[in-house]
Every structure is written in C-alpha cells, then in structure tokens.
C-alpha cells in the first residue's frame, strides 16, 4: 500500500516538455519533484511511504500512487529515477568490462536473474565506476510508465557531492539517513574507503553500525569530521549517542529556492536535503 506523506506545489505549470521529474526510490519510500529545465527549479515535491507486504507487487504500488500523485500521470521531458538499493560495490575502471560488472555482484550478493546491472562513472574520481543492480520487472514498470526514463543510483550522487566539496579531509565520515536504513561513507586522506547502506529499528542498531565501520577503518571519534543529513530528529536518542561518540558533527543542507522553501517551512532544512541535491 502507497500512503502519501506530503505534497508541495507552485502554481501550474509543474510538468510537461519543459520539466524534468527525478524519482528516488527505495523499498520504504519514494519521493519524486519537478525541475524546471531552463531556470533548474524545483517546483513540485511529494513523499510517499511503501507500506509493501511480500504478496504485494511494485504494479500494485504503482497504480495506488498514480491514483494519489498529482506528478505520476504527466508527461515530462525526462525522467530519472535513483535507486537507493545496497546491492553496489565500487569497482576501479580498468578492472571493469561488461561479464565482470555482473560476476562482481554476483559474488558478493548471490547471483539472480531477475536483475538488470548498471554502472555509473564517479566523475569525483575519474577512475572508480559505481556497479549496481535493480530488479529487471520494476525497470520494466518504469518504462512502461515514462516514455524516455533512465536510471541512477544514490551513491554515485553521494560520493560526487562529498568528494567535490571536501577534498581535502583527513578523516570524514558521512552519514545519510533514511527511515529504516541509513548509508555510510568512510573517507581517509580524500580517499573513498567504504559506503554501505545498514537496515535498522533502534538508535543503538544504528551506533553499532556506525561504530563497527570506524573501528574497521581506524577512525578517530574525537578528530574525524562527521557530516549528517536526512531524515534523522536532532531530538533523538539516535543523535544524542552521536552526539556523545563524535567530537565534530556537522548538518549538510542545500540552498533552498522554488518549492524547497515551503518544505523547509515544514520539515528541516537537512531533513531532504539528500533528496534535492539529486537535482543539482
């Protein structure tokens, strides 16, 4: 079942061959916004949680938002969905050809043929290639929804943001948070060393998580720079452990125009700011 959470809108036009929709989508939630292609603003946002069973399929999800979304059943000059799926690994380039994207994940995550492999460029790095994998029937849903679609994945807009603003960090650690799973990202000398994505119910799930990577990658709580964003409340157990554990946390936004200055009305200003820096 598809519940809308929110929706924020400018005054008409919000679609057509002059917008772009960006979709972010994960097994919990989906939010989607429309972009202006000449001014880039973004003039409307709408969230939905994804309350999916395992006998409920993503066409059953899709006719309820469609039912409920005033953004779903326009027509756009683009549309870019960004799947928040863990099923990724970092391959260098020169490693990279096109049966050994596809045995990589395999190996890590099982091998399925119900997936289709994609692959992205970091062009913060020039030479690691983010390899990912979605279900082949929900890219088919999609194609059949949009008329030109194309996928993209979270962590590739991540790690291009985190690298080309902070280049020059001895330690940092970024933290993004979603409801029920968060995403890691370790970085030593400006040097990726890790991100995964952790499942979680308790803050203390959470901080074993967090705790555990540091440990691995001999992260020093008290010198490392923490950068915090998503839907994590600042009046939290989840944050106040954080808060004890890590000397320097900081809360990364975006500059806020369009209808983002409504949201941030409504929620924090850190609250989606992963999500709008999609359309950056």
């Not at 803050?203 to 923490?226: P, S």
Request: hydrophobic letters at 40%.
């Amino acid at each position: 079942m598809a519940r809308k959470k929110a929706g924020f809108y400018k005054d008409d036009p919000i679609s057509g061959s002059a917008f772009q929709l960006i979709i972010e989508l994960d097994e919990q939630e989906l939010r989607c916004m429309s972009k202006s292609i000449d001014s880039g603003t973004i003039v409307a946002f709408e969230y939905f949680s994804l309350d999916k069973d395992q006998t409920e399929d993503w066409n059953d999800i899709f006719y309820e938002i469609k039912t409920i979304s005033k953004l779903f059943n326009k027509t756009y000059k683009l549309v870019t969905c960004f799947f928040c799926t863990p099923e990724s690994i970092l391959v260098p380039e020169k490693f990279l050809t096109a049966t050994s994207a596809e045995d990589y994940l395999n190996l890590i995550y099982g091998e399925s043929n119900r997936m289709d492999v994609k692959y992205e460029k970091l062009n913060s790095t020039k030479s690691l290639i983010n390899t990912y994998r979605i279900k082949k029937s929900l890219a088919e849903l999609f194609t059949r929804q949009f008329i030109i679609f194309q996928t993209a994945h979270v962590y590739t807009s991540l790690l291009n943001d985190v690298m080309n603003r902070r280049k020059n960090e001895e330690q940092l650690v970024k933290l993004q948070f979603y409801h029920g799973h968060f995403i890691i990202a370790i970085f030593k000398d400006s040097v990726i060393q890790m991100i995964q994505t952790f499942p979680y119910k308790l803050a203390e799930d959470a901080l074993y998580y967090i705790l555990r990577c540091n440990q691995q990658f001999g992260i020093d709580a008290k010198k490392t720079i923490v950068e915090l964003n998503g839907m994590i409340d600042l009046n939290t157990e989840l944050y106040d452990n954080l808060f004890k554990v890590f000397s320097h946390i900081e809360l990364n936004t975006t500059e806020a125009s369009g209808i983002m200055l409504d949201v941030n009305k409504e929620y924090p200003a850190h609250y989606f700011a992963p999500f709008f820096k999609l359309a950056l």
